[in-house]
T-cell receptor, first 113, second 116 residues
Framework: DQQVKQNSPSLSVQEGRISILNCDYT??????FLWYKKYPAEGPTFLIS?????DKNEDGRFTVFLNKSAKHLSLHIVPSQPGDSAVYFC????????????FGTGTRLQVTL | NAGVMQNPRHLVRRRGQEARLRCSPM?????VYWYRQLPEEGLKFMVY????????ESGMPKERFSAEFPKEGPSILRIQQVVRGDSAAYFC??????????????FGPGTRLTVT
């Protein structure tokens, strides 16, 4: 039962353009959402998070949007840079679960020159 | 400020042997999580520990797997009698919050276990 879904396994974007990565979830108990970036042979690196009481959080080039009614969140990267090429994981945690994270399967972003 | 440290980075074991994976959390973090990533999949939660306590082991296989986080020293994930299906990347994460509230977890570089 995949509670966090990233339906696009890969995405290719030109340098300087916007990258939009999408994530859907099914568990209505999730109240905190995070995006992680992962390079090969390394651990995930935290990027940005959002609480369910907000619908948007921005940090530099990264913005996360949360649509609770649709159980959907997205990560926008503007402008995209070649160094952004990596696998991006969406993760969620639920109230009362001691912050254990449920991850999606990841989207591989390729930023081309 | 050192990040989360894991060792070894790569571990090769024959079927039936034991694997021991170590994790030292970030300084000041007392909450440790273990995750497993199988090829082409996302990370899956295994266990959450605080010093000397297992808080949530709902993601741990019922047999052969155990974890500890002693008062002194690193957290250990132990896999007895390894099988080929245990081949995966095992990641440790630490957090200052745990039960205290939601927050980001900081991951180590992982241990890649290969069972031959």
């Amino acid at each position: 039962d995949q509670q966090v879904k990233q339906n696009s396994p890969s995405l290719s974007v030109q340098e300087g353009r916007i990258s939009i990565l999408n994530c859907d979830y099914t568990n209505s108990m999730f109240d905190y959402f995070l995006w992680y970036k992962k390079y090969p042979a390394e651990g995930p690196t935290f990027l940005i998070s959002i609480s369910s009481i907000k619908d948007k959080n921005e940090d530099g080039r990264f913005t996360v949007f949360l649509n609770k009614s649709a159980k959907h969140l997205s990560l926008h990267i503007v402008p995209s840079q070649p160094g952004d090429s990596a696998v991006y994981f969406c993760a969620a945690s639920a109230v009362g679960t001691a912050s254990k994270l449920t991850f999606g399967t990841g989207t591989r972003l390729q930023v081309t020159l | 400020n050192a990040g989360v440290m894991q060792n070894p980075r790569h571990l090769v074991r024959r079927r039936g042997q034991e694997a021991r994976l170590r994790c030292s959390p970030m300084k000041g973090h007392s909450h440790v999580y273990w995750y497993r990533q199988l090829p082409e999949e996302g990370l899956k939660f295994m266990v959450y520990l605080q010093k000397e306590n297992i808080i949530d082991e709902s993601g741990m296989p019922k047999e052969r797997f155990s974890a500890e986080f002693p008062k002194e020293g690193p957290s250990i994930l132990r896999i007895q009698q390894v099988v080929r299906g245990d081949s995966a990347a095992y990641f440790c994460a630490s957090s200052p919050l745990g039960l205290a509230g939601a927050g980001e977890q900081y991951f180590g570089p992982g241990t890649r276990l290969t069972v031959t």
